[in-house]
Every structure is written in structure tokens, then in C-alpha cells.
T-cell receptor, first 116, second 114 residues
Framework: GAGVSQSPRYKVAKRGQDVALRCDPI?????LFWYQQALGQGPEFLTYFQNEAQLDKSGLPSDRFFAERPEGSVSTLKIQRTQQEDSAVYLC??????????????FGDGTRLSIL | AQSVAQPEDQVNVAEGNPLTVKCTYS??????LFWYVQYPNRGLQFLLK??????LVKGSYGFEAEFNKSQTSFHLKKPSALVSDSALYFC????????????FGTGTRLQVTL
């Protein structure tokens, strides 16, 4: 079956521009996560949705970062007024879990964001 | 706060030899532990998890991991390495009540040579 799909795979933007990254989770998966992976590092948690509810946004680095999942399926991560330190791979993951962290998360291939 | 340490940036092993990739964790409460593998320009692929029960967990592609509560470790092992196992391996921890938030280590690059 289809896995987690992310688009675009690569995004280049000039500093100060706004960007939007899309995640299409596995069908039926209740939980959706966004992670940021800097070069040479492990993924770092950004935010978590259960259906359309954003239950944890403690990892968002600033108010320039905004995520939504209005219909409980596709999610968009938006970064406003991008800065060079935003350059990273943004990973989306989904799982069957409903508030239970023992279900594995299934990851997409990520969006590599480069800010010039 | 929860944290994961992967003390080795890289592990080198010859094909056919056993491999171990180390992971230690720190968490309050009962841990959920995971291993993921990442190939170049790809997302993370789930290998195995420990939730409760037997300390030796078996996963995909012949990998297994041993949970040791007293040493707070969860080392990844494979009896006989393959060249195709060469990749970046991440250990991650969550715990009950955190609604799925995972904390990852910095990763260990496994290089298997002929």
C-alpha cells in the first residue's frame, strides 16, 4: 500500500520568503507528526496531530512555524519569513496510535529545504 | 525530559561478522524504545520496538535488540552483517503519557565491507 507522501521533495527559497510543505499520511492513520532533521543530526520533534487536533506544538522553534491538518488527513507545515537556519530536511510521519506512543511511526522521504 | 545517546558516530564491520550499534536512554517512567534505519535521501524506516515483555526483541531484516533496564541500554544487534546493511541507524525513545513524542539519538553510521 501507499506510504507517507511528502511534497515537494526539494524546495529552494530566498531568505524572507514563505514556504509550505505538504504531507499525505497513510490512509486511516490517526496521528501525524512533523520532525526537523538538520544535517548530520537526528530528527527533532516539531508538532503532533491527532486527527485534526494539534495536541502538541512544543517543538516549533518560533512563531514563524505553523502547521495545520484541517480535515484530519493531509497536513501542511508553513514557514513564514524563512531564515537560513531553517534549512533542513522536514520529515512527516504517521501512525495508527491514538495517544499511545508504542505504535511505530511511518516516515515519508522528507522535504529538503534550502534557504539562500 | 527524555534523551538518547548513541556514543559511536560510525561502526565498521566485515560482512558475515556480528554487529552491535549502541544506544543508551534517559526517561522518567517506562520507556518505549525504537530503532530506525535511514538510507541516503530517504525517510526513516522502522526496524523494531520494545514496549514491554521479553528483553530481546526481534525485528526486520534479521536485526534484534536487547533491552537492559539496569544499564538503560537498548543495543541493536545482528548475528551476520550484510553489505546492504550499510546505512544510518537511529535509536529513539518515547514514554507512556507523552502521546507519541519521540526523541532521537544523533545516529550511528554502519559501514559493512567485504
Amino acid at each position: 500500500g501507499a506510504g507517507v507522501s511528502q511534497s515537494p521533495r526539494y524546495k529552494v527559497a530566498k531568505r524572507g520568503q514563505d514556504v509550505a510543505l505538504r504531507c499525505d499520511p497513510i490512509s486511516g492513520h490517526v496521528s501525524l507528526f512533523w520532525y526537523q532533521q538538520a544535517l548530520g543530526q537526528g530528527p527533532e520533534f516539531l508538532t503532533y496531530f491527532q486527527n485534526e487536533a494539534q495536541l502538541d506544538k512544543s517543538g516549533l522553534p518560533s512563531d514563524r512555524f505553523f502547521a495545520e491538518r484541517p480535515e484530519g488527513s493531509v497536513s501542511t507545515l508553513k514557514i513564514q519569513r524563512t531564515q537560513q537556519e531553517d534549512s533542513a530536511v522536514y520529515l512527516c510521519a504517521s501512525s495508527l496510535a491514538q495517544g499511545d506512543s508504542n505504535q511505530p511511526q511511518h516516515f515519508g522521504d522528507g522535504t529538503r529545504l534550502s534557504i539562500l | 525530559a527524555q534523551s538518547v545517546a548513541q556514543p559511536e558516530d560510525q561502526v565498521n564491520v566485515a560482512e558475515g561478522n556480528p554487529l552491535t550499534v549502541k544506544c543508551t536512554y534517559s526517561v522518567s517512567g517506562n520507556p518505549y524504545l525504537f530503532w530506525y534505519v535511514q538510507y541516503p535521501n530517504r525517510g526513516l524506516q522502522f526496524l523494531l520496538k520494545y514496549i514491554t515483555g521479553d528483553n530481546l526483541v526481534k525485528g526486520s531484516y534479521g536485526f534484534e535488540a536487547e533491552f537492559n533496564k539496569s544499564q538503560t541500554s537498548f543495543h541493536l544487534k545482528k548475528p551476520s552483517a550484510l553489505v546492504s546493511d550499510s546505512a544510518l541507524y537511529f535509536c529513539a525513545v518515547g514514554y507512556t503519557g507523552t502521546a507519541s513524542k519521540l526523541t532521537f539519538g544523533t545516529g550511528t553510521r554502519l559501514q559493512v565491507t567485504l
